[in-house]
């Protein structure tokens, strides 16, 4: 790492600037990125999906946020990278503090326009680089992905390309916009019905796509991934050319009007469309508000898609119920075992982000993966924590779930606090909230019962889910830090608080929920109310049945009992006799 470190500073240096960005991203700004982006992993050594390096002549910090402030610490080494917190030490104040007239070089490709002006606003001399400098040292770098795009079926997708691009095309023709650039390849791979196999975890085909306000289309892929059975699927209405035939069809938008996300497109684009001369209109990808509320055909298939997962969930937990209390096992097999189970199941595709399987200390590292110099046993008496997720055709899951291992009975405390945790998660899945809502002004309603106590945790309390797509979805989440974009129905978020004591234990509990609308008596404007679609129990063993209210214990019996009806008869006799008495009601 030090010689790699070294290498950079001089290859910044040959091209006129004092420092450079590294951010952990591809040219599509996405969490999900190729191991051919992996920059930020090959130069400290930080594993995280979510990050940035700020190189100097002097000094050099690697920042990310709470949710990975342990692993990076562990992973990096001090000598050569400060640790920064990114929202609490923002980079371009680190900058300023450390090196107030650099010229900080960045990559055009990586960067947004709205996170550019975070540098620039802060007076820091920013300066496009025409080559990434880490490609130019990185001697072994793999090569771009090649995987086929297949069309998604009509079946699974409820609606066809054409008329999502009649709508988005309207909402251009409002806007007096006469395109738009799409560069997020969820949004691609939703508008054009397209799915591949580019990426780890996430069913994306990378390539960019123009929409042109008629409804017609652009993909921008390399041939090579386009077959002739998707090619006829995508239709007459939909050209391909391969992404060097970028440059040419943006210089003739000359005189044009074409909407750009300064938060989600490189900032390339819009400077190629305004050096080409046009006009670069500043917008949300048309594509994230549709796309996050799902059709009917989609909740449906995301309802099949839990009901197939809540099989193998409870299959899982009820074979860690005998396996683990031996101490035989370790985080890895234990995650290899749930991976199995699930692999059992119709339309199952691979996981949906790597298994986080943290025994005691490892839980608390929020974002944990375990590898096979990490690896331990699961010993006895301790908490597990194993969140995991799947992607079927019709669905994405996401699954969280804190467990204590026995035989013996766990320490009140960790049952006291392990409680609370349960008390924010129940308390985000009973909300009946008014339309206009957005997540951040949900989140501290699973803080409260922590916050009684003077605890809390470092990461938002909930994220959108896709529909086979990205586990991790915008534009809503519930978070202090959330952007103001209203909840909707049809939209799948994630329900999962925390606590977290480092070198001691995490606790995680989490259900994916789906929004309705609701009506509450004598309601005089629309409201929203949360469906539970996750079914697995909790550890009936960790729950304070005292700390509950009359509600909350209520909520739990009925989900209890919803899981055990729902599960109970795909399981055998050995499962299903654990099942109904995991199911039980807790005692008032």
Known sequence: MTGRLAALREGLARQGVDGALVPRADEHLGESVPASAERLAWLTGFTGSAGLAVVLPGAAALFTDGRYM????????????????????????WIRATAPAARIGFDPWLIGEEA?????DAGITMVALDSNPVDAIWADRPGSPDAPAEPYDLALAGRSSADKRADIAAGLRAAGQDSVVLSDPASVAWLLNIRGQDVMFTPFALGFALLRADGRATLFMEPAKLPAETRAALGNDVACEPRSALPAALAALRGQTVRIDPAGTPAWFARTLREAGATVAAGPDPCLLPKACKNPTEQAGARAAHARDAVAVCRFLHWFATAAPAGRQTEMSAA?????FRAEGERFRGESFPAIAGAGEHGAVIHYRVTSESDRTIRPDELFLIDSGAQYLDGTTDITRTIWTGPGDPPDVLRGRWTRVLQGMIAIATLVFPQGVGGAHLDAFARRALWAEGLDYDHGTGHGVGAYLSVHEGPVSLSRLAKPV?????????????????????????NLLLVQAAEPAAAARPFLRFETLTLAPFDRRMVVPGLLTAAERSWLDAYHARVRDAVAPHLDASARAWLEAACEPVDG
């Open 116 to 120: 550019l002006a975070r540098y620039t």
């Open 486 to 510: 209203p909840i909707a129905a049809g939209m799948i978020l994630s329900d999962e608080p925390g606590l977290y004591v480092p070198g001691e234990y995490g606790i995680r509990l989490e």
């Open 70 to 93: 342990t692993q990076a610490a562990a992973q990096v080494d001090p000598s050569l990278w400060q640790v920064r917190h990114i929202t609490e030490d923002p980079p371009p104040a």
């Open 336 to 340: 290899a075992r749930l991976l199995a």
